[in-house]
């Protein structure tokens, strides 16, 4: 059985308006009874945390977001080998982002034509909705996407995270989870996605290349061994 699987990695996007930016508000923070200082205190503490992973909550949102890495393995289950392979990196170059978001979908519309099934990850909850929305904002043509958004069985589209756990949310487990599970190596010690956009501005291209090119790689492995039980 032939299949494609793909990766992206995502940055927080490097010009939005401050108007769009992601703002601390706090009337959220929960203060109790707390006297004027503890509730100020408690602000400060939540605006210091919101600061700090507000790189990471952009890059994980659609609208918030740039792809700067995309990977697509096509890969014979039977046979235990790549057929074709396509990744792309975004440098400092934010106008190298169209070429990649485009790279994707060719390959996703590719799979579509001859019906090899799409293998992601989450594509479901992230992938797929990152590249609809970036190729919105880009204006890259795509496919229709319904095929590959369907929330439970489907021919067209295994999202193995959704699969493993019988579509049930209480029951996600992590990538690296289902690799260890079923006997392969985990995904690198040394690097994560939550490193992506550090290597990104330290200009560790490569890194985040053969990161994503890894991760394509390891769910096609994946997907053949669990292949005889998902479809």
């Known amino acids: 059985m032939e ?7 995502t940055i927080p996007h490097q010009s ?17 009874n ?36 995309f990977a697509g393995v096509i890969y014979d289950t039977v046979k235990d080998e790549i057929k074709d392979k396509k990744s792309f990196q975004v440098k400092d170059n934010l106008d190298e982002e ?3 978001v485009h790279a994707a979908w060719n390959f996703i519309r590719q799979c579509r034509s001859k019906k090899t099934p799409l293998v992601t990850f989450n594509g479901i909850g992230f ?9 919105m904002a880009l204006d890259v043509p795509i496919p ?9 069985e489907s021919k ?16 996600w487990k992590s990538f690296d989870f289902y ?23 330290a200009g560790e291209y490569d890194k985040i290349q053969r990161y994503c090119e890894g991760d394509a790689l390891q769910l096609a492995e994946l997907f053949q061994r669990v292949e005889a039980w998902v479809i």
């Open 3 to 9: 299949i494609l699987t793909i990766d992206i990695e």
């Open 16 to 32: 939005l308006p401050e108007e769009c930016m992601p703002v601390f508000d706090p009337s959220e923070v929960k203060t109790g």
């Open 34 to 69: 707390a006297g004027p200082e503890k509730v100020q205190e408690k602000i400060n503490k939540k605006r210091a945390e919101f600061d700090k992973t507000n790189n990471k909550r952009m890059s994980l949102d659609p609208t918030l977001c740039h792809v700067c890495t």
């Open 98 to 100: 169209y070429e990649c």
């Open 127 to 135: 992938d797929i909705p990152v590249l609809i929305f970036r190729a």
């Open 144 to 152: 229709e996407t319904k095929y590959f958004m369907k929330k439970y």
């Open 156 to 171: 067209d589209h295994y999202d193995l995270m959704q699969v493993l756990a019988r579509w049930d949310k209480s029951k």
């Open 179 to 201: 690799l260890k599970l079923f006997g392969f190596e985990g995904k690198p010690d040394d690097f994560n996605g939550s490193k992506v956009y550090g290597a990104w501005q």
